[in-house]
């Protein structure tokens, strides 16, 4: 069975791959498009060691750039989230980045064992991880719920046995807008 | 556009040595240095001094800003302002005569860092323990005391900043105390003071370097532990094999060093070691240090206190500027411990009477760090990141380094910002 987040309608303008308002709407005007940046990371799974690169890849790039430190930390803990539920539950994945001017958008998607029940999963606290993830410190069962008080938009997707999409939207304030 | 020279605050660098084979652009933490037309050239404001460079570099064209034993004469008065990394290089030997050495070879006064380290130490504990309930600094909280972590921090990591333990670092408790203490007597006199630092790193900035308005009084020179080395071990040879030890006067506790551990400070963990902290790291090594550095900026680590950095492998024992190998020296700490015991001279009622006093209160303002750098480079917009892909994607490139970068990520950027030409690259030129 295909399940998705709570709360979510058909209203939403997620997820976001099939409806790229922006870009329409350029197009149409014939106004040149908004510049865009995607960049996607392979993540390995049940590497320990290694894991949390491809999100220190990610705010090593939005470091560079002209960012607001508060978002790029924000960001950075949600990719290391969905890493690290990856690497602990998933099979292999891939974390992925899109950016423009307006809108910065993660998506961490999986070939792992699925999520069954999307709403208990995000309750803080609820954890299917073994002893060992615990012994490592990880585990208590506040991934999910990390991801979602630190983004400004969160869709889960999930099919039984065939894998996970977690996608976060951050709206990246105006210059100047920032409080 | 940056300045680009040779020689930094920090480091010299010698052109005509330079063989042009790049082996120090990977190494360099900040990305600071280019081959140009078959030389290494440098962006001098982004040099943090880690000394890296000096390490790497074959052909030693690469150096500390640090004089020699030369420039001790009899017209002026010399301090010395000794790293307890020195006491390291002589396995077996007491500190104090090792200080005793550095009396015959001239110096009037020998100052003994360990014993503000101690009072770091204490002051450290009594921040860290009042922070638990204040929630003042974020956790993990960061030792102060490499200068080249801070400097890294504000550089590459300027969110940590709030992280760094704001307690005077013990390199500035010393100074405070000489200043106060020691040298006004001198100046009473009309006598010329010069304060000496002997260190195993090239941290300690150049004077030159400064402008004129700037410069210390009384004068600074840093002395490497390698540059005295030579010198020192013959009268720490003659010291220790002579019948009637010379007798120097002091006045003041940290003129000498009383204990047989103070080296242990030197050692990666030798901070943490005798702190009342149960909760603390101490990481050595410069890949180490931006490998944790990156993941506290993820978040984590928040349940560890303090961390200690050391951006050299094994701790201080490993500066580039040591006359002895770090194994081999630290062997000779771990001995000099298992003989001494851990163990402090110092009362912690003083130390805490001066704290709530507020002398250990640093008044720079972290954030002012950042500024050490000079004008930083422009932040990339998305246009000039997607332009830095396409190049990347055009020159499809190994790191090889043959275009003068230390990797193509860098190279790219170059490229786009004007500072280089595509075709310098051998994937590009080859086509």
Same mark, same amino acid.
């Given at each position: 069975?295909?399940?998705?987040?709570?709360?979510?309608?058909? &209203?939403?303008?997620?997820?976001?791959?099939?409806?790229?308002?922006?870009?329409?709407?350029?197009?149409?005007? &014939?106004?040149?498009?908004?510049?865009?940046?995607?960049?996607?990371?392979?993540?390995?799974?049940?590497?320990?060691?290694?894991?949390?690169?491809?999100?220190?890849?990610?705010? &090593?790039?939005?470091?560079?750039?002209?960012?607001?430190?508060?978002?790029?930390?924000?960001?950075?803990?949600?990719?290391?989230?969905?890493?690290?539920?990856?690497?602990?539950?998933?099979?292999?994945?891939?974390?992925?980045?899109?950016?423009?001017?307006?809108?910065?958008?993660?998506?961490?998607?999986? /070939?792992?064992?699925?999520?069954? /029940?999307?709403?208990?999963?995000?309750?803080?606290?609820?954890?299917?991880?073994? /002893?060992?993830?615990?012994?490592?410190?990880?585990?208590?069962?506040?991934?999910?719920?990390?991801?979602?008080?630190?983004?400004?938009?969160?869709?889960?997707?999930?099919?039984?046995? &065939?894998?996970?999409?977690?996608?976060?939207?951050?709206?990246?304030?105006?210059?100047?807008?920032?409080? | 556009m940056s300045k680009k020279l040779t020689s930094t605050c920090f480091v010299r660098f010698e052109k005509?040595?330079c063989?042009?084979?790049?082996?120090?652009?990977?190494?360099?933490?900040?990305?600071a240095i280019r081959i140009k037309t078959?030389k290494a050239v440098r962006i001098v404001e982004q040099c943090?001094?880690?000394?890296?460079c000096?390490?790497? @570099?074959?052909?030693?064209a690469v150096?500390?800003a640090?004089?020699?034993?030369?420039?001790?004469?009899?017209?002026?008065?010399?301090?010395?302002?000794?790293?307890?990394?020195?006491?390291?290089?002589?396995?077996?030997?007491?500190?104090?005569?090792?200080?005793?050495?550095?009396?015959?070879?001239?110096?009037?006064?020998?100052?003994?860092?360990?014993?503000?380290?101690?009072?770091?130490?204490?002051?450290?504990? $009594?921040?860290?323990?009042?922070?638990?309930?204040?929630?003042?600094?974020?956790?993990?909280?960061?030792?102060?005391? @490499?200068?080249?972590?801070?400097?890294?921090?504000?550089?590459?990591?300027?969110?940590?900043?709030?992280?760094?333990?704001?307690?005077?670092?013990?390199?500035?408790?010393?100074?405070?105390?000489?200043?106060?203490?020691?040298?006004?007597?001198?100046?009473?006199?009309?006598?010329?003071?010069?304060?000496?630092?002997?260190?195993?790193?090239?941290?300690?900035?150049d004077?030159a370097c400064?402008?004129? =308005?700037?410069?210390?009084?009384?004068?600074?020179?840093?002395?490497?532990?390698?540059?005295?080395?030579?010198?020192?071990?013959?009268?720490?040879?003659?010291?220790?094999?002579? =019948?009637?030890?010379?007798?120097?006067? #002091?006045?003041?506790?940290?003129?000498?060093?009383?204990?047989?551990?103070?080296?242990?400070?030197?050692?990666?963990?030798?901070?943490?070691? =005798?702190?009342?902290?149960?909760?603390?790291?101490?990481?050595?090594?410069?890949?180490?240090?931006?490998?944790?550095? $990156?993941?506290?900026?993820?978040?984590?680590?928040? =349940?560890?206190?303090?961390?200690?950095?050391?951006? @050299?492998?094994?701790?201080?024992?490993?500066?580039? +500027?040591?006359?002895?190998?770090?194994?081999?020296?630290?062997?000779?700490?771990?001995?000099?411990?298992?003989?001494?015991?851990?163990?402090?001279? +110092?009362?912690?009622?003083?130390?805490?009477?001066?704290?709530?006093?507020?002398?250990?209160?640093?008044?720079?303002?972290?954030?002012?760090?950042? #500024?050490?750098?000079g004008?930083?480079?422009?932040?990339?917009?998305?246009? #000039?990141?997607?332009?830095?892909?396409?190049?990347?994607?055009?020159?499809?490139?190994?790191?090889?380094?043959?275009?003068?970068?230390?990797? @193509?990520? #860098?190279?790219?950027?170059?490229?786009?910002?004007?500072?280089?030409?595509?075709?310098?690259?051998?994937?590009?030129?080859?086509?």
């Amino acid at each position: 069975m295909r399940v998705t987040s709570p709360g979510w309608t058909e &209203n939403d303008n997620l997820p976001l791959k099939d409806v790229p308002p922006a870009r329409v709407t350029a197009r149409s005007e &014939n106004v040149s498009p908004m510049p865009r940046l995607t960049k996607s990371y392979h993540i390995k799974a049940r590497d320990f060691i290694r894991a949390g690169e491809a999100s220190i890849n990610i705010q &090593n790039l939005l470091k560079s750039m002209d960012f607001d430190p508060r978002l790029i930390r924000r960001v950075a803990i949600c990719g290391y989230e969905g890493e690290m539920n990856v690497v602990m539950h998933g099979g292999d994945g891939t974390l992925s980045i899109e950016l423009d001017d307006e809108k910065l958008t993660l998506e961490i998607s999986d /070939d792992g064992p699925g999520i069954e /029940d999307i709403e208990l999963a995000m309750q803080a606290g609820y954890s299917t991880a073994n /002893d060992d993830h615990r012994e490592m410190g990880f585990g208590a069962g506040m991934g999910l719920p990390n991801m979602k008080k630190n983004s400004d938009h969160i869709h889960i997707e999930s099919l039984k046995n &065939n894998g996970t999409v977690v996608r976060m939207l951050f709206m990246i304030p105006e210059k100047g807008e920032t409080d | 556009m940056s300045k680009k020279l040779t020689s930094t605050c920090f480091v010299r660098f010698e052109k005509e040595l330079c063989a042009g084979r790049g082996t120090c652009l990977p190494v360099c933490p900040t990305k600071a240095i280019r081959i140009k037309t078959k030389k290494a050239v440098r962006i001098v404001e982004q040099c943090i001094g880690c000394g890296q460079c000096i390490r790497v @570099c074959r052909e030693r064209a690469v150096s500390a800003a640090t004089e020699g034993p030369e420039v001790l004469n009899d017209d002026h008065i010399a301090i010395a302002l000794v790293s307890p990394v020195l006491y390291a290089q002589f396995p077996g030997v007491m500190p104090k005569d090792v200080l005793l050495g550095l009396r015959q070879m001239g110096f009037q006064h020998t100052i003994d860092m360990s014993y503000f380290l101690e009072m770091f130490q204490y002051a450290a504990e $009594e921040f860290i323990s009042r922070n638990r309930a204040s929630g003042q600094a974020p956790w993990p909280l960061i030792s102060p005391i @490499c200068p080249v972590v801070v400097r890294l921090i504000a550089f590459k990591f300027p969110n940590l900043l709030p992280n760094v333990l704001p307690v005077l670092r013990p390199v500035a408790l010393m100074a405070r105390e000489v200043k106060r203490r020691l040298i006004p007597e001198y100046l009473a006199r009309d006598q010329k003071v010069v304060l000496y630092y002997i260190n195993p790193c090239p941290t300690k900035k150049d004077p030159a370097c400064l402008p004129a =308005d700037k410069q210390p009084d009384p004068p600074e020179i840093a002395l490497g532990i390698n540059d005295i080395y030579p010198q020192l071990i013959k009268h720490v040879d003659q010291i220790r094999s002579a =019948d009637a030890i010379p007798f120097y006067q #002091t006045r003041f506790e940290y003129e000498t060093c009383a204990t047989g551990n103070a080296s242990l400070w030197a050692m990666s963990g030798g901070e943490i070691a =005798d702190m009342d902290i149960d909760r603390s790291l101490a990481v050595s090594g410069m890949d180490e240090t931006i490998q944790y550095l $990156e993941k506290i900026e993820l978040g984590l680590f928040q =349940d560890i206190e303090y961390i200690e950095f050391r951006t @050299c492998r094994e701790g201080c024992l490993g500066g580039v +500027l040591n006359a002895t190998d770090k194994y081999l020296a630290k062997s000779a700490v771990q001995k000099m411990v298992k003989r001494f015991g851990l163990g402090r001279r +110092l009362h912690r009622e003083n130390i805490l009477r001066m704290y709530e006093k507020g002398e250990f209160q640093t008044d720079k303002d972290p954030s002012k760090l950042t #500024t050490l750098f000079g004008a930083r480079k422009k932040a990339l917009s998305i246009e #000039t990141m997607q332009k830095i892909e396409k190049v990347l994607q055009l020159i499809k490139g190994t790191d090889c380094t043959a275009c003068g970068a230390p990797d @193509c990520r #860098t190279f790219a950027e170059d490229v786009v910002r004007g500072e280089a030409k595509l075709n310098d690259c051998v994937n590009i030129v080859d086509k």
